[in-house]
């Protein structure tokens, strides 16, 4: 049997890039998902705040899934759940194995890999100390807390600021939980400012910005205490500034990695800055018919950016199999001062019909700053920004006017201060 | 208290205690070992291990290196038992189904002194008996190491030494062991030991045991062991040793298990390919007084990434996966503290590196030491010497369709970094030596052993053991005694 699109993973990205396919007119499209039901880690997070952008009102984690889901119900989409990817080749075959099914290998026309990502651990920041059970990541915990029902601590202390360390940090004291500090090694924090007030500042729960763990003592098999330290501006601990936290766990939120070994494997080409797929301005991958959308081509930090992005995916792997796409020139988006990465990192302006979406983080906070693009000594154009960060995600849209205006140049994506 | 099931079917009635041929205190690879090749005999076998699993000392946290046998000094037992023990791994490994790989070893020289120490390793390991030693120029290693670094002068090769599972090769023993008929108690520490006539009375947490002869392979608690029965002669001096375990993307640093020359704290800091697929990188060595403590520092894993660097200047140490300590059971002595200690009681003790590697041969010679205090048991007919065990991901794509065809469990995966199916996973929760711990379930079945460290597994594996066990989420541990991953059910706080 022959698809014409396999989807890699039902989380948001994979739902939205299915749906859109369908909409572009795929008819024979195939989502395979690792766990027993569509919808991924947003089936975990149970706090609001999803779908302000997209559905202009505040959703649950399933709630936002279940839009998706829905949307699919009405269409002949083929899911598999329980199924997992072992294999993916630049042939378009996808091997995947399910204890109802087998090992099977499928083809298709085209592929959507939207694997999402995983959390960074312990091991990644070589944290000093016992190796005893309470110390988790954040989402392993709202997993333990939010669909099994179990709390993982009663004094904790959070190690990181991303996200969902800071949403863990209220929903563990909802729970009743002591939650005693939120420790940051940046200057500051990683995730978004929303995140910050709702679920640190409205709870009293005190945010140490330069500041790590620099040991965790353990008594009796589990956590006992931990050591948190100041630190200069090299990032090495103060001697003299250590404060000792009595706590039973610890919860790590110190950042996301896009999960792409089935990438990798399939020889895709991979930019070291994401972690991710190097895509070209429809999310196509270096692999000509496969493409990539949401957290496996780089960290969002909205679910609505992850549906729009998924949905350009989508309609662009219809086009692949409905149209064809003829050959194009590219052109590189060079990262300037102070940007983390770009996505996507190669434009065809050929192709671009109306304007390019480009993604990309700053790599410091600014204050009233501007970005600007330019082609060599040409400024093409510029935004104002009253505020960015390394927590947030910037989005800007590139006219096919200012891309014309490059005349094949590659484009440098610049930030400063105004 | 909490009683675990393995313990709890081999738990002694306290007061009456029958009379077992052997105890072997300790379950390490060297106890198993021991064990294994005792339950070769017609014995009865009964094992004190005080922790809850098998290989929960040294043998579960080591560079996992199966050495050649050049270091030890000629003559002494560590040299005869390494070179040994080295050649018996690898039908042992086929048998008993232990990853083992001998992709050889390199001893890196950085100067003409440090090349006077390569000849001198080699001289060694030729009176040892270490097979196909060779010593290599700098062009030759580059040719088998591309990536190391551009001051190395030359190099011993050892095309013998290889790289193992150590918990797996413990578990391997202990398993078949058990298989053959050995009786192990799980969180039984030993407390006293008094002679009584025709054997031993051993007091432990958990009633008492009568034996008519002791094996003392407690680790880096052998010299109290030892000191229950007999005068002192040997002094434990635990040694913690730390390492970084790198994701997969890094084994590409290393083919050969790569080697700095030996100083007065040990064999340095290797940099090798592990069975698993990742690389390893340490240990440091540093006399710590807490037997049991084996924590990490930051000056221990400093020390760690600067010497693994001078080998091979291209690790990014960006892709660690785990940082991981472990105490060796050194003594003040530099050799293997084995012999017979006292009337029908024979000592493993002071087991060092090369421990490990030495393991099998040190079981054979136990057995050995055992005849020699009188024991005279014939051998069984058929003692079973081999194990099965499905790796899924090792099959090919038709022997994987077979598998799951037996058996669905084997199509679902639960440890998607490492690609470990819910059949194994139970496989191992039913396997001879009945796991507590998704520690336990990582040394059987190699879950949570991936980049994201079982944080996408964990909730997963424990639902699976409390599953198959019958217990409650809330009692399934980590690791060892007193490691609960959950503390409540949620809402309790709440509804007060």
Request: charged content about 25%.
């Amino acid at each position: 049997m022959l698809y014409d699109l396999i989807v890699v993973g039902g989380g948001p990205a994979g739902l939205a890039a299915a749906n859109s396919a369908y909409q572009k007119g795929l008819k024979n499209i195939l989502i395979v998902e690792r766990d027993k039901e569509l919808g991924g880690i947003l089936n975990q997070c149970i706090h609001n705040g999803f779908g302000l952008h997209r559905f202009k009102e505040e959703l649950t984690g399933p709630e936002y899934a279940n839009r998706f889901i829905q949307m699919l119900s009405d269409t002949n989409v083929e899911v598999m759940l329980d199924t997992m990817v072992l294999e993916i080749n630049k042939e378009h075959e996808v091997h995947v194995i399910s204890a109802a099914k087998g090992y099977q290998v499928l083809k298709a026309k085209t592929i959507v890999l939207s694997m999402g990502c995983r959390e960074r651990t312990r091991g990644a920041i070589a944290i000093p100390g016992d190796r005893p059970a309470g110390i988790f990541t954040a989402g392993s915990a709202q997993r333990y807390l939010n669909m099994e029902g179990y709390m993982v601590g009663k004094r904790v202390v959070i190690l990181g600021s991303g996200d969902i360390g800071l949403i863990m940090a209220r929903r563990m004291t909802l729970e009743g939980a002591k939650v005693l500090a939120c420790v940051e090694l940046m200057p500051y924090s990683g995730g978004l400012m929303r995140n910050i007030v709702q679920c640190l500042n409205d709870w009293d729960i005190p945010l140490y910005l330069s500041h790590t763990i620099t040991n965790i003592i353990a008594k009796n098999g589990r956590v006992s205490h931990v050591t948190v330290s100041a630190l200069d501006e090299r990032r090495n601990p103060i001697l003299g500034s250590e404060m000792e936290f009595d706590c039973d766990t610890v919860l790590l939120s110190v950042g996301l990695i896009p999960e792409n070994e089935l990438t990798r494997a399939a020889g895709i080409q991979m930019d070291p800055r994401t972690s991710g797929a190097v895509v070209y301005e429809n999310m196509e991958t270096s692999v000509p018919g496969i493409f990539a959308c949401g957290n496996v081509v780089h960290v969002h930090d909205l679910v609505d950016y992850v549906s729009a992005e998924s949905e350009r995916a989508g309609a662009a792997a219809a086009d692949f199999v409905l149209s064809g796409q003829p050959e194009a020139d590219a052109v590189q988006i060079v990262n300037g001062a102070d940007i983390g990465y770009t996505v996507p990192q190669k434009i065809r302006i050929s192709r671009v019909a109306k304007f390019a979406d480009v993604f990309f983080r700053v790599r410091r906070v600014f204050k009233d700053s501007v970005i600007e693009i330019s082609a060599g000594d040409t400024l093409l154009t510029s935004f104002k920004r009253e505020h960015m960060a390394p927590g947030e995600m910037e989005h800007i849209l590139l006219t096919k006017a200012v891309l014309d205006k490059a005349q094949g140049r590659d484009i440098t994506v610049t930030a400063k201060e105004a | 208290m909490f009683v675990y099931a393995s313990a709890l079917i081999f738990m002694e009635s306290g007061g009456t205690s029958i009379m077992h041929d052997v105890a072997i205190i300790g379950c390490g690879v060297i106890g198993a070992a021991a064990a294994f090749e005792l339950s070769k005999y017609k014995l009865d076998i009964v094992i004190l291990e005080k922790e809850n699993d098998v290989a929960m000392g040294a043998s579960r946290a080591n560079s996992a290196i199966i050495h050649a046998g050049y270091d030890p000094k000629p003559g002494t037992l560590m040299a005869r038992l390494n070179v040994e023990g080295n050649r018996m791994a690898g039908e042992l490994c086929k048998a008993l189904n232990v990853p083992f790989n001998r992709v050889g070893s390199l001893v890196l020289a950085f100067s003409d002194a440090e090349m006077l120490t390569v000849w001198e390793l080699y001289d060694r390991g030729v009176a040892n008996g270490v097979p196909g030693l060779e010593v290599l120029m700098a062009d030759q290693v580059r040719k088998m190491e591309p990536e190391v670094s551009d001051q190395v002068v030359g190099a011993l090769y050892a095309p013998s030494a290889g790289i193992i599972s150590p918990w797996d090769y413990a578990l391997a023993f202990a398993e078949t062991a058990v298989v053959n008929g050995a009786k192990l108690c799980l969180n039984t520490r030993v407390t006293g030991i008094e002679k009584r006539d025709g054997g031993y009375h051993i007091k432990t947490n958990r009633g008492e045991y009568d034996a008519q002869y002791i094996v003392n392979a407690a680790g880096v608690e052998s010299g109290l062991v030892h000191e229950m029965v007999a005068e002192k002669t040997f002094t434990i001096m635990p040694n913690r040793g730390e390492y970084y375990l790198m994701d997969k993307c890094e084994v590409v640093r290393a083919d050969h298990v790569l080697f700095q020359c030996p100083n007065k704290d040990g064999k340095g800091v290797l940099v090798a390919p592990t069975v698993g697929g990742n690389l390893i990188v340490g240990p440091n060595a540093e006399a710590v007084s807490e037997p049991e403590r084996v924590n990490n520092t930051a000056a221990g894993m400093n020390f760690v990434r600067e010497k693994a660097l001078k080998s091979v200047p291209t690790i990014n140490f960006r892709n660690s996966i785990r940082n991981f300590a472990g105490i060796r059971a050194n003594s003040d002595k530099d050799e293997f503290q084995i012999g017979i200690a006292a009337e029908n009681f024979i000592d493993l003790a002071g087991i060092k590196s090369p421990g490990l590697s030495s393991a099998p041969a040190i079981a054979l010679y136990a057995a050995e030491l055992l005849k020699e205090c009188g024991m005279n048991a014939p051998k069984k007919e058929n003692p079973v010497t081999t194990r099965e065990k499905l790796r899924f991901r090792n099959l090919n794509d038709e022997q994987k369709r077979e598998a799951i065809r037996k058996n669905p469990l084997y199509g679902r995966v639960i440890c998607r970094c490492e690609t470990i199916t819910e059949g194994e996973i139970v496989d191992a929760i039913h396997s001879p030596i009945t796991p507590c711990s998704l520690d336990g379930i990582k040394r059987r079945a190699g879950t949570g052993m991936g980049r994201c460290q079982g944080g996408f597994c964990g909730p997963r594996v424990l639902d699976i053991l409390s599953r198959e066990l019958h217990k409650n989420p809330m009692e399934i541990l980590q690791d060892g005694e007193g490691s609960q991953l959950l503390l409540s059910e949620t809402k309790q706080e709440v509804a007060k």
